[in-house]
């Protein structure tokens, strides 16, 4: 038998914030991922070029706060399916620019509509200070870490 521990898991709140995102994002998950067959981190990268244009891996990371190594998976399939182009810096071979196709800003626009309905109905079960707090608190937590 184990001693009672006090900690209340339900009431931690890197546990709820983990559990309000994944609750809220479950079904604009199943849009990406049905329609375009993508996965978190590219729907994420997709979003970064659409709204940054032409960015490198490390920009997006910086952006983003995704680890290189998903990123550049991410960069991998969504280059095998043609959603954006890799080109390298002329002075740097290092760098490598992103940049969406025709076809990745097709799938950006089409996913961008699905996101603004998505967030619209989220925050309609709030009220409009409620909605205007949580945003606050989520960016001031964002960048505590």
Do not use: C
């Not at 339900?10 to 994002?25: G, T």
């Not at 626009?109 to 996101?115: G, I, K, N, R």
Request: no cysteine; charged share 30%.
């Amino acid at each position: 038998m184990t001693e009672k521990d006090d900690f209340d898991l339900q009431n931690f709140l890197p546990y709820l914030l983990n559990q309000a995102a994944e609750e809220s994002s479950l079904a604009f998950q199943q849009v990406y991922k049905d329609r375009y067959g993508m996965l978190r981190t590219e729907w994420r990268v997709l979003f970064h070029l659409g709204i940054y244009g032409r960015m490198t891996a490390k920009e997006i990371g910086t952006r983003s706060k995704m680890h290189k190594t998903k990123i550049s998976r991410a960069v991998a399939r969504l280059g095998e399916r043609r959603f954006l182009t890799r080109q390298q810096d002329i002075k740097d071979r290092r760098l490598e620019y992103l940049e969406l196709t025709h076809l990745g800003r097709t799938a950006y626009h089409d996913l961008l509509t699905v996101a603004q309905t998505y967030d619209n109905r989220l925050s309609a079960s709030l009220s409009p200070d409620e909605n205007k707090v949580l945003r606050q608190v989520l960016r001031k937590l964002a960048k505590m870490g």
